[in-house]
Structure formats: structure tokens, C-alpha cells
T-cell receptor
Framework: AQSVAQPEDQVNVAEGNPLTVKCTYS??????LFWYVQYPNRGLQFLLK??????LVKGSYGFEAEFNKSQTSFHLKKPSALVSDSALYFC?????????????FGSGTKLNVKP | GAVVSQHPSRVICKSGTSVKIECRSL??????MFWYRQFPKKSLMLMAT?????????EQGVEKDKFLINHASLTLSTLTVTSAHPEDSSFYIC??????????????FGEGSWLTVV
């Protein structure tokens, strides 16, 4: 079965510092991995995705993620955090085998960026 | 990116009544739409997958007679919570996938709807 895990419920970082939000995956077949962000009382916004190609994927708002096959990880990163980046972040994997339109989400990581 | 509109954003209804939530893809055709439920500080729970012109596929444990899903067109899906109870109070989010199937298809989400049953 496809799944992703986000080992950290919360990440705290000071503004201007680099941030990393962790995600590991377990898939059968090729991994199609995504990151979404959710602001309070809002829906999810797409940040970036990895399908194939370069392991470093660049997305919206200065975020990037690195696909690491040997470590089965897809960590979200940003070189310099902003207070406005504070939100809930979800990693997701697409079901490659049975239902291509079905996504499996991680439990979410709350990012707190302090001024 | 593609836009998915969800309405209403907030609704309060009395226990025992039904309430309908709409999900529209504004600038693309969505053959498939998804309905999620999110509990406070929790991840998204997929309730059902809605395919245009056919019956929805419900996830295990989701009552299909209580959560009626209709996907009548390529741009509209509706979720009707029937005979609502306070425990149905939650944040409901829809998402939509574009019609053209490719490995890179992205799911786009609506803004969510807060349902409060009193």
C-alpha cells in the first residue's frame, strides 16, 4: 500500500533560518509525491510535486523538496523562513497501482516561524 | 494554478436537517472529485471519490446514505449531509483532478466548508 509519514507534529524555526519539514514514503512502484500547505481555516494549496527527473524540485513561495530514493524521503526545504510560512504542511503520495486519482496524506506538520 | 471553488464556506444547521455543499472546478474539467473530512489538528480523511456521471466510491466506514455525493457535470460535485447530527460538525474539503490523465496530474483543493450542527 502507498503511504507517507511525517515524523514531526511541529517544527519551530526562527525567521531567516533555513527550514526542513520531513516526509518519508512507502510505495509500490514509482513514487508520485506532493507537498501541500494549509493556512488556518483554509483549503490546501499545492506547493510542488515530484514525478520524475531531477531529485531537487522547486515549487511555490521559494520552497523546494529533495527526492531521495535510497532514504525514501521527500523533505520540504526553504533556505530562509518567513513568519508568513507558518502553516500546516502535508506530504502526499499518489496511488500508482490501484486508483491513480487517489492521494494518501501524511498526518501533517505544523510549522511555526518566530520573528 | 487551477481553481476549485467550494460553497458555502461556513454553514450552521439544525440537527436532523440536511445541508448541501458544492464544489466547482472553475477553469478546468474535473472528471474526478474527492471529498475529505478534516478534524481539528488532524490530517485529511478521504470520504469518497466522485466520478462524473457515475456513482461515488465511498471509503470504508463512510455511510453513503448519510453523505450523498453527486457529480452531475464535469465542473460540479455536491456533498449532502442528510439528517445531520452534532458529530457531523467538521471541516469538509473537496478536491478535483483535471480531465487529462497524466502522471503529473495535480489535485487542486477547494477552500473548505465548516459545518456546524446545533
Amino acid at each position: 500500500a502507498q503511504s507517507v509519514a511525517q515524523p514531526e507534529d511541529q517544527v519551530n524555526v526562527a525567521e531567516g533560518n533555513p527550514l526542513t519539514v520531513k516526509c518519508t514514503y512507502s510505495v509500490s512502484g514509482n513514487p508520485y509525491l506532493f507537498w501541500y500547505v494549509q493556512y488556518p481555516n483554509r483549503g490546501l494549496q499545492f506547493l510542488l510535486k515530484y514525478i520524475t527527473g531531477d531529485n531537487l524540485v522547486k515549487g511555490s513561495y521559494g520552497f523546494e523538496a529533495e527526492f531521495n530514493k535510497s532514504q525514501t524521503s521527500f523533505h520540504l526545504k526553504k533556505p530562509s523562513a518567513l513568519v508568513s510560512d507558518s502553516a500546516l504542511y502535508f506530504c502526499a503520495v499518489r496511488d500508482y497501482l490501484y486508483n491513480f486519482n487517489k492521494f494518501y496524506f501524511g498526518s501533517g506538520t505544523k510549522l511555526n516561524v518566530k520573528p | 494554478g487551477a481553481v476549485v471553488s467550494q460553497h458555502p464556506s461556513r454553514v450552521i444547521c439544525k440537527s436532523g436537517t440536511s445541508v448541501k455543499i458544492e464544489c466547482r472546478s472553475l477553469d478546468f474539467q474535473a472528471t474526478t472529485m474527492f471529498w475529505y473530512r478534516q478534524f481539528p489538528k488532524k490530517s485529511l480523511m478521504l470520504m469518497a471519490t466522485s466520478n462524473e456521471g457515475s456513482k461515488a466510491t465511498y471509503e470504508q466506514g463512510v455511510e453513503k446514505d448519510k453523505f450523498l455525493i453527486n457529480h452531475a457535470s464535469l465542473t460540479l460535485s455536491t456533498l449532502t449531509v442528510t439528517s445531520a447530527h452534532p458529530e457531523d460538525s467538521s471541516f469538509y474539503i473537496c478536491s478535483a483532478s483535471e480531465r487529462v490523465s497524466s502522471s503529473g496530474n495535480t489535485i487542486y483543493f477547494g477552500e473548505g466548508s465548516w459545518l456546524t450542527v446545533v
